[in-house]
């Protein structure tokens, strides 16, 4: 069998190191650059492109995207409020960066977001959850999430509270001798997010909302009342001999 080195060379341009291989849904391997694209929504004018290696995400770029263009307004004596962008670049790490920016997202969040498990309620001054039983899960501690590398929170309670429950079977499971689950370190920023999106769908709670659909968030690109936004990505193909 060839080795790992042998077929990562087989990736590499030997015209253009700076290819990467990208893949999409119904379309072969090729090397690739990722370009991304800001434009003023109310003018449709670009204010910035810039193409970064395609085996990389949108939400990844984003930071450097916003720094460039935000500094490039400032310079021309241009005032920027809004942040719009499709579900790529949803993130609770650039929710978080775009609000010490000063600057509110409208970024669909993607569908793997939830604010807690179904029917507890967060207390946001304990930094608890209730259950649908009225039992508090305490925080208990902040770590990173080694398969995908994000900051979270656990909440657990303990073992005697469970004994009892009503409900224990269909909460726990079969094994599970407590509650424990684990929440984004940005719930806050998501949420405040939500409420600008879509605003219909968000509960003071943030127990209930609808997820956003890809057409939303195309929707939300064109036609909010943003001052300027970052345009959905495209692939385009890097030629190789």
């Not at 005032?79 to 962008?85: F, L, Y």
């Not at 939300?220 to 009342?225: S, V």
Request: charged share 30%; aromatic share 12%.
């Amino acid at each position: 069998m060839p080795s790992s080195h042998s077929v990562r060379r087989r990736q590499d341009s030997l015209t253009d190191p700076d290819a990467r291989i990208s893949v999409k849904p119904g379309k072969a391997r090729k090397l690739n650059y990722l370009s991304q694209l800001s434009v003023d929504t109310g003018h449709h004018v670009i204010t910035d492109i810039k193409a970064y290696h395609a085996d990389g995400k949108d939400n990844q770029q984003l930071p450097d995207i916003v720094k460039r263009v935000k500094r490039r307004l400032w310079q021309q004596g241009l005032v920027w409020e809004n942040c719009v962008a499709d579900t790529g670049y949803s993130s609770g790490e650039n929710y978080a960066f775009l609000e010490a920016q000063d600057l509110k997202s409208f970024i669909p969040p993607h569908g793997t977001f939830k604010g807690g498990p179904d029917g507890f309620m967060y207390v946001e001054e304990q930094d608890h959850y209730l259950c649908p039983q009225g039992k508090i899960i305490p925080f208990t501690k902040e770590f990173n999430d080694y398969r995908t590398g994000t900051r979270k929170k656990e909440y657990r309670c303990r073992k005697h509270v469970c004994i009892d429950c009503p409900i224990r079977s269909s909460c726990l499971g079969k094994s599970a001798q407590e509650k424990k689950f684990s929440v984004t370190y940005y719930r806050a920023e998501y949420l405040r997010n939500i409420a600008r999106v879509d605003p219909d769908s968000y509960r003071d709670t943030g127990q209930v909302y609808e997820r956003q659909t890809a057409k939303h968030g195309r929707a939300c690109f064109w036609y909010t009342h943003a001052i300027y936004g970052t345009a959905q990505s495209k692939h385009y193909r890097l030629k190789t001999s």
